[in-house]
């Protein structure tokens, strides 16, 4: 599967954006996904995660309350939506899928995916 990342941006603190990642190749609902970020200098690190029919989700303790992953498999696509933004969630974010061989309902660890879309920078001013 290919995956493509958007809708990464400049947006002031407080202000929100919606991130989408768009899987090609084969169905998207074949794979548990994520969101992963790397702000510079720093290491790549988990942001959210849903399950294959998005009845499941997890999220990074930083993003909690202020994050919203989802998904819409008849679109193939997975979204993250970003609410009262703070500088700390620069980065570049990127999207990832795991395969359902590997029997996971969500997946918090970059281990734990096989494919990475190519990342959308988001860049919050204060």
């Not at 084969?26 to 794979?31: D, F, G, I, L």
Request: charged letters at 20%; hydrophobic letters at 35%; proline letters at 2%.
């Amino acid at each position: 599967v290919q995956l493509q990342a958007c809708g990464g941006g400049l947006v002031q603190a407080g202000g929100s954006l919606r991130l989408s990642c768009v899987a090609s190749g084969r169905t998207v609902n074949n794979y548990a996904t994520g969101w992963f970020r790397q702000a510079p200098g720093k290491e790549r690190e988990f942001v959210a995660a849903i399950s294959r029919s998005g009845g499941f989700t997890k999220y990074a303790d930083s993003v909690k309350g202020r994050f919203t992953i989802s998904r819409d498999n008849a679109k193939n696509t997975m979204y993250l939506q970003m609410n009262s933004l703070k500088p700390e969630d620069t980065a570049v974010y990127y999207c990832a899928a795991a395969d359902r061989s590997r029997g996971m309902v969500v997946a918090a660890r970059l281990v734990d995916y096989d494919f990475w879309g190519q990342g959308t920078l988001v860049t919050v001013s204060s």
